[in-house]
């Protein structure tokens, strides 16, 4: 539970409101979602959200933070298993692209809600953003890579490219491992100088 959310009373429908902001965020875009349209959706009105969440922007930072811990948990999980670093990297990847390609609205809302479009969240969402790339920051410090790979520019560029898919997904063309192996097959042969 978000540590914005105030405390629960007998007819908390905060899990409900935190679905509908994350679906109505990710329709329609955070900006064009109104807190109307929120309260509309849970069938409670506007005034009561607030007795959830102090203004807008908390409740878009509850929602990317159920977001982050939803994906952070998925790839934690599909980690552990693993012990090879490229393999835990692909586990990783995989886990990322199930839960962005399946259109989960909260991960949509992670993915699409930069936090400079945010001004007075920016700093909340920023952390929450970090904290879920550190995942991948760790992954790729644990890889065999050549002297002088820039780790850093490495990450960035792997979970843009993970990111940027949603945009050119087709279902049933491939399956997000086929993608995440693809990518890192890719990477894999410019790194190492591999056919």
Sequence with gaps: MSSIARAPRSDNRLPRLLDEAARLFR???????????????????????????????????????????????????????QSDPWRRLEAGCVAHLEALLRLNDYAQVVIRVLPRDVPKARSRLTLLRDAYERLFTDLIAALPLPAGVDRRYLRLMLLGALNWSQNWYHEGKDTPKTIARRFLKLLQVSLRGEE
Excluded at 49 to 62: G, I, N, P, R, T
């Design 27 to 81: 329709q329609k875009g955070y900006h064009a979602a109104s807190i109307r349209d929120v309260a509309a959706a849970v069938g409670m009105l506007p005034g009561s959200l607030y007795y959830h969440f102090a203004s807008k922007e908390d409740l878009l930072v509850a929602v990317y933070e159920e977001g982050v811990r939803q994906i952070s948990d998925a790839v934690v999980v599909a980690t552990a298993g």
